[in-house]
């Protein structure tokens, strides 16, 4: 019984989906599964999913970041230019970490003192944080970071896995931790549910959602210092419309866009069924625009069916009581 219980979970739902999709890939590419390949697939992806961990957090508590993609490109684009103009690399990496806790704890400024919907403060940062970084590199392409930084991004660290993917699986640890275990996960669900509730239990609303911003920030910077790590050079368009992934890969996985419910576990299978997919349609030479839109796509069905899902429940429910 319970096997069937999980089977009809939304966490069930996507397992099958994964496996279907894994299958599908198979049949159509024998590299598909190669070790080479998986690497490869988390290595073209990292940042996202890396972004997609604390983004989890947000909309869990009832928010959205649409600016992470955009500080993603801006913390790149900033490393590039104080390197450029003479920075020591150690203090540009410390600098890059701090702009983007700086411009995290800007949205939740707004957000927490002046109440304006986190929606309308992170669409105005995506697009200041990109035009910011447009004004510092303009249109060229700036390679300039020495070879041990590149490597970083590059080439494997421990056993064939480079430095961003363990980093990935240890902070995917430290999510589920606080998720699980921790007052911190507990308060991110209860305001996600219902603020006005969390305020008059004692919560600091305000307090969890600056600190759930300025990470927001953080992790974002920490991962265009992977990416600039990763392709060696940097530009002004880095990290364009990333955003659409990082959200799919939450939404699909059941977390809720009205805050309040979901798991890291459907969040983890969800990011896998997005990386396979994309990798899927390049193995089949679908070019990147028909991917976009695919991913498009995905992000209103996971939104869409739930809702569904709930409507046909409460008819149901309905229907019964009727009957």
């Not at 006005?196 to 307090?207: D, M, R, T």
């Not at 419309?241 to 939404?251: A, G, N, P, R």
Request: glycine share 10%; aromatic share 10%; net charge neutral.
């Amino acid at each position: 019984m319970s096997i069937l219980k999980k089977l009809r979970s939304w966490e069930g739902f996507l397992s099958l989906i994964l496996v279907s999709v894994i299958l599908v890939n198979a049949l159509n590419s024998e590299s598909f599964l190669s070790i080479d390949n998986q690497i490869n697939i988390f290595e073209l992806s990292i940042e996202k999913i890396i972004v997609a961990l604390v983004m989890v957090f947000i909309i869990l508590n009832a928010e959205i970041d649409l600016s992470v993609a955009s500080m993603m490109g801006l913390s790149a684009c900033v490393l590039g230019w104080l390197v450029e103009s003479g920075t020591p690399m150690i203090l540009a990496l410390g600098l890059c970490l701090i702009i983007g806790a700086l411009g995290g704890a800007f949205n939740g400024f707004w957000i927490t003192v002046f109440k304006l919907p986190s929606l309308v403060v992170t669409l105005a940062m995506l697009i200041g944080f990109r035009g910011l970084a447009r004004v510092l590199v303009e249109d060229r392409s700036i390679r300039v970071f020495p070879p041990w930084f590149e490597a970083l991004g590059q080439q494997p660290l421990l056993g064939p896995f480079p430095l961003s993917m363990l980093l990935f699986f240890s902070l995917l640890v430290l999510v589920v931790i606080i998720l699980q275990y921790t007052g911190l996960g507990r308060y991110v669900y209860v305001i996600g549910i219902n603020q006005n509730v969390a305020l008059y239990s004692g919560v600091n609303v305000s307090k969890v959602k600056m600190f759930l911003f300025t990470a927001s920030g953080l992790i974002s910077a920490l991962a265009g210092i992977i990416f600039a790590a990763r392709l060696g050079a940097v530009r002004g368009d880095m990290g364009l419309s990333f955003e659409l992934d990082i959200i799919t890969m939450v939404l699909l996985g059941g977390v809720s866009i009205f805050g309040g419910s979901g798991t890291i576990y459907g969040v983890i299978l969800s990011i896998f069924i997005v990386l396979y997919l994309r990798n899927g349609m390049s193995l089949s030479n679908i070019t990147g625009h028909v991917q976009t839109g695919v991913i498009g796509g995905l992000l209103i069905l996971s939104v869409l069916i739930p809702n569904l899902q709930k409507m046909i429940q409460e008819f149901w429910s309905q229907h019964r009581r009727s009957i």
